[in-house]
């Protein structure tokens, strides 16, 4: 099957740009275009009207703002190699901006990375990843840590 539109889900993280890696891989192969998506979160409860749960819109505006150059740095890198790449930066729960934008981008894949977190930790913050895996209406790439980043994402390293 040959992809045509690759999102790529980055949280800001060092190690969510391996995804980006793998999106080049199947992008050159596919002649795809990549959609880099960032989301800043927003707490559920703040949806629900909860008022302990205020959400700082200056603070987030300014995290997107952040987002938004990081993945545009991202995008001209890529856009150097000779691919064709958007940046999309939304507000919402990760999860759901995900879906979202396969939807409304017509999205064939999603390369995305998983921290890899166990036990307790993976039960108290869910995974995304795993989450996108059983929900997504097309195919997902996930891109494992290495051993050295697992231990450090774990704080062993």
């Known amino acids: 099957m040959a992809y045509k539109k690759i999102l790529v889900p980055l949280d800001g993280s060092s190690f969510s740009k391996r995804a980006v890696d793998g999106a080049i891989k199947v992008a050159k192969t596919d002649h795809a275009s990549i959609i880099l998506l960032g989301v800043v979160e927003i707490p559920p409860a703040a949806f629900e009207g909860y008022t302990e749960f205020a959400v700082n819109i200056e603070a987030n505006e300014e995290l997107k703002k952040k987002l938004s150059r990081s993945l545009n740095e991202e995008a001209d890198k890529l856009r150097a190699k000779g691919l064709s790449v958007a940046v999309i930066v939304k507000e919402g729960l990760p999860i759901e901006e995900i879906d979202a934008t396969v939807e409304s981008e ?8 998983t921290h890899g977190r ?20 097309c195919s997902v790439l996930i891109v494992r840590p290495t051993a050295p980043e697992l231990k450090v994402l774990e704080g062993n390293g």
Request: glycine share 10%.
């Open 106 to 113: 017509g999205v064939d894949l999603i390369v995305m990375t």
């Open 118 to 137: 166990r036990g307790f930790s993976r039960f108290l913050l869910g995974s995304v990843a795993e989450k996108v895996v059983r929900t997504a209406s």
